[in-house]
Structures are given as structure tokens and as C-alpha cells.
């Protein structure tokens, strides 16, 4: 039979020799491979105070965007809730008022805007199907709750932080500050 | 009229150094158990537990305090009186051992002198060889009084597993025996000490490796754990212990595994003897305080060896356990004993 991967080994099943039937020669050499190892490296993260760093690709919690002004994108198109495969995000659309200018961009927005982060997949086809770059998967993951309310996740959690008048909880939201 | 006759002052003497030896004991086995998971989060390159306290050396004291917490529970089925029994009879064993090992020469302390040893009875060794057997007994009545087939197969493999290496060990200490002609251990450690004296381990190097295999084997140490095989019998002979009788066991494993390291060091490797200096130019009581710590040097040694090979070696399977103890160990010990005897005869002419 030809071999699938040339990993395969083929098993020995001779019968032990003498000094294979000693066993301390054998145990010697195992304790010196794990003795060996006292002096590697560790790779070990210490959790709370380091913190690994994602990849820029990775797709975690989401964020809904602001522009430059600190105005909100979205205008509650629902292109995104049409995308969600696990039919995670529902949205309320509502009219932008004379004087709310300077909140939303544009003439609609989201009056309710909300992810079930139980149902959500973290695949990213919102933010792919997103036509106003509203919304964006950050580098931080969903913490964990004690309740399944407490995973839907509505507007005041999504979205974030003006940049403008609050960095520094910004770039806590977007995750890449670390 | 016979009790007044008695040395009230040595037994006060004894008493407080039956306290320091069954505290210090435990006291180290409670490090022990954190220098295991440290032994083996180096060996896997990990860390270890570094959390409670600097470096994580709060953290036996957590775990023992975790122990004492827990809820104390005897199933129904379970026989009560023995199943408290049994992790007492384990301790009890364990910390019994400690009575004859000597643990350094005589201090002087307001005029008299004091043996820092606990009795030196002429059988010593016997003696531990008795109590250690009896520590068998802790597994047994805990596993049966379980009433859970999981712990009761535990306890007979405990059972038939301490057998079997006892003989060998047994017949691995006969050689030493014959070398020293005594069976007090003060008095086995003083002939290594003695000026132009070798260690025993120089003559009984194949004896040392049979008997440290069975200490391994009557600690339950890994490779030897068959009674506690995680994946066999979940967690052998207590798995229906919790609270501080879980802990009793667990402590009593550690015990077992320093006072076993200090016979090992007091047979082979010259007790408290300190190797290239002779005793007797030194003060009496610095010698003995160096004495202590040469044997707890020797110790910590072989408690490092018991770890590093149980974070090396996987476990036997039962009948490799059987086959090695009968067919291996047992004959070479004897061949051992046979060669000694011969070449004492030799010597004598």
C-alpha cells in the first residue's frame, strides 16, 4: 500500500534486546530529555497582565463606527442583518430630527441597533456587506456573562466611543491599543 | 514508685523533638507538594503556580486550607468507622517512620546531651519496614470501606503491589545488613561516617537501585501509581474521599516519600554524614546543625529524582508491574545478597 504522507514509521516488534530489556538505560535517556527542558524557554503569557496580541485579520467583538466628526455611520440599511448567517443582528430604523446633524451622518440611523452575541458567528459578512463602513469587527472578544440577556448586545455596548472626545476608551473599544 | 524513677526531663526532651520532627515533616511535605508542581511545570516548560504569594509560595498553604473547606463527605454505602480509619492509619504510618531515623549527632544543650534522634532501637530498620508495611493497611481499609469497585480493585492493586516490592526491598537490605551487621540505623550511618569509611552506595550500587525502585513502588509514586491511576480507576483508593481525609492520603503519599528518601540517605548515601570533612574537628553542635542540613540536602535530592521520574515515565501496565517485581527484582536481589555473603566470606578469609 503506498503511503499517504512520508511520516509514517514502520512499527518494530522484534523482541526487546538485553539492553533494551535493562530499562535504566532507556529511563536515563528520558530523564535527560525532561531535565533538558528545565532550561528552555517558557512560552508561557502571564493572562491578566500580559496580553497576547490579536492579528489585525482577527474578527472579534463588533463595533459600530463613527466618522471623523464622531457622527454615526450606520443608517440602518439592514444590508448587514440580511448578511448575518446566524440571523444574530436586529435594527430599528428612525429619521435623523433638524438639529441631531452633528449625531448621525446621514438623514437615517439606528434607533435600535442590536447582535446576540450567543447567536453571532464572528464571521464578518456584516462587516463585509456594510455600504457606510458603519460596522467593524475589533480585536477584543465578547466577555463572558452570567445571563443570556446579558449577550444581547445593544447600541450603548456597540458602539463606540467618540474619538474626539474620548480616546482613550476608543482605542479600549477597537482593541489594537494594547 | 517506678514512674518517679523516670528521666522526666529526657522524656520532655523527646516529646519536643518528636514535635519539631512531625511538624518539620509536614511542614515539608507541604512544600513538597508545591515543589512537585513546580518539578513538573519546568520539566513541561511552564511556569507552575507563581499566583498566591512571591513566586507562589503561599500556595500549599491555599491548598491546604482549600482541603480543610471542603465539605467533609461518607457516603452512605460506606462503612463509616473504617473509612475514617483509613486515611488515619495512612498518616499515622507515614509520620511513624520518622521515630528512628537519625537525624544528625548529639547537641549539647544545657549540660546534656541530646541524640537528634528519636529512639535508636537496635531493630531500626525493621522497625521501618514494619510501620511502612502497615501504611498498606491506610490504602486497603480506605479503598474497601469506599464501597465503590473502583477504589476496592485500588486497594488490591495497592495491596499485591506493596507485597511484591517488599520482598525485594527486603532482600536488597539484607546486603547492607550483612555489610554493617546491625540493623540501627545510628548505627549503620556512624560506620559510613567512620574516618576511611565509603559510602554504603560504593559496595551496593545494584542494591541501591533495587531498593530505590521499591521505595518508588511502596510510595505509589509514578511509575508505580497503579492504586491511583487517574485513567484506570478515576482516582483509585480515595476517590470517595474528599475534604482534609483527601488530603490526609495525598499528605501521607509525600511523607511517605520523605521519610523513605531519609532511609535511602541514611542506608546508601551516609545519612547525615557530610561528605570529605571529617566530623569529629568541628565543635559537636555546629557538626550536628551541619549534619541536619547535609540529610536534608540528601533528601531534597531524592525527592527531586522521585519527581523527575514521575514527570518521565508513564506507568506500567499491571502485569509489566508484576512481571518486574517477581521475575526481575526479586532475583537480582537475591543474586546481590548471594555475592555480597560471598565476598564477605572472602574477606574473612
Known amino acids: ?178 | 514508685m517506678t514512674l518517679l524513677a523516670l528521666d522526666w526531663i529526657l522524656m520532655l526532651e523527646k516529646l519536643i523533638l518528636i514535635a519539631i520532627i512531625v511538624f518539620a515533616s509536614l511542614g515539608i511535605a507541604l512544600y513538597t507538594t508545591f515543589s512537585e508542581r513546580k518539578v513538573a511545570a519546568v520539566l513541561q516548560d511552564r511556569p507552575g503556580p507563581n499566583r498566591a504569594g512571591p513566586m507562589g509560595l503561599l500556595q500549599p498553604l491555599a491548598d491546604g486550607l482549600k482541603l480543610i473547606m471542603k465539605e467533609e463527605i461518607i457516603p452512605n454505602s460506606a462503612s463509616k468507622a473504617l473509612f475514617i480509619l483509613g486515611p488515619a492509619m495512612a498518616m499515622t504510618a507515614a509520620l511513624m517512620t520518622c521515630a528512628v531515623i537519625p537525624w544528625s549527632s548529639s547537641v549539647e544543650l544545657f549540660g546534656r546531651k541530646i541524640d537528634l534522634q528519636i529512639a535508636d532501637i537496635n531493630i531500626g530498620i525493621l522497625y521501618v519496614f514494619g510501620v511502612v508495611s502497615m501504611g498498606v493497611y491506610g490504602i486497603m481499609i480506605g479503598g474497601w470501606a469506599s464501597n465503590n469497585k473502583f477504589s476496592l480493585m485500588a486497594a488490591l492493586r495497592g495491596a499485591s503491589q506493596a507485597i511484591s516490592y517488599e520482598l525485594a526491598m527486603g532482600l536488597s537490605l539484607i546486603a547492607v545488613l550483612m555489610i554493617s551487621g546491625s540493623l540501627s540505623l545510628k548505627t549503620i550511618v556512624d560506620q559510613q561516617m567512620a574516618p576511611g569509611a565509603w559510602w554504603n552506595i560504593v559496595y551496593q550500587p545494584l542494591g541501591f537501585i533495587l531498593f530505590f525502585v521499591c521505595a518508588m513502588a511502596e510510595c505509589n509514586r509514578t511509575p508505580f501509581d497503579l492504586p491511583e491511576a487517574e485513567n484506570e480507576l478515576n482516582m483509585g483508593y480515595h476517590q470517595e474521599y474528599s475534604s482534609m481525609k483527601l488530603g490526609f492520603y495525598l499528605f501521607a503519599e509525600y511523607v511517605n516519600m520523605i521519610m523513605s528518601s531519609a532511609v535511602m540517605a541514611s542506608l546508601y548515601f551516609g545519612g547525615y554524614d557530610i561528605p570529605f570533612l571529617d566530623e569529629s574537628t568541628l565543635a559537636p553542635n555546629i557538626a550536628a546543625i551541619l549534619g541536619v542540613l547535609s540529610l536534608l540536602t540528601k533528601i531534597v535530592i531524592f525527592l527531586f529524582l522521585f519527581m523527575w521520574i514521575r514527570w518521565t515515565i508513564p506507568r506500567f501496565r499491571y502485569d509489566q508491574l508484576m512481571n518486574l517485581g517477581w521475575k526481575s527484582l526479586i532475583p537480582l536481589a537475591l543474586v546481590n545478597m548471594l555475592a555480597t555473603g560471598a565476598v564477605i566470606l572472602w574477606q574473612q578469609g
Request: hydrophobic share 35%.
Open chain 1, 1 to 178: 500500500m503506498q503511503a499517504l504522507t512520508n511520516r509514517s514509521k514502520a512499527v518494530n516488534r522484534d523482541p526487546m534486546t538485553f539492553m533494551e530489556r535493562l530499562y535504566l538505560p532507556n529511563i536515563v535517556k528520558g530523564m535527560a530529555i525532561t531535565f533538558s527542558h528545565i532550561f528552555k524557554k517558557q512560552p508561557t503569557i502571564q493572562y491578566p497582565e500580559q496580553k497576547r496580541e490579536f492579528s489585525p485579520v482577527f474578527r472579534g467583538l463588533h463595533v459600530l463606527n463613527r466618522d471623523a466628526e464622531g457622527r454615526e455611520n450606520c443608517t440602518a440599511c439592514g444590508l448587514c442583518a440580511v448578511a448575518c448567517p446566524a440571523e444574530a443582528i436586529t435594527m430599528e430604523a428612525a429619521e435623523r430630527m433638524p438639529g441631531e446633524e452633528h449625531l448621525y451622518r446621514e438623514e437615517k440611523y439606528a434607533a435600535k441597533y442590536e447582535i446576540n452575541m450567543l447567536r453571532c458567528i464572528f464571521c464578518g459578512l456584516c462587516e463585509e456587506a456594510c455600504p457606510k463602513d458603519a460596522i467593524y469587527l475589533s480585536e477584543t472578544f465578547a466577555p463572558a456573562n452570567f445571563t443570556r440577556k446579558g449577550f444581547i448586545y445593544g447600541k450603548d455596548d456597540l458602539l463606540i466611543p467618540n474619538k474626539n472626545t474620548a480616546p482613550e476608551e476608543y482605542a479600549t473599544a477597537k482593541g489594537a491599543a494594547r
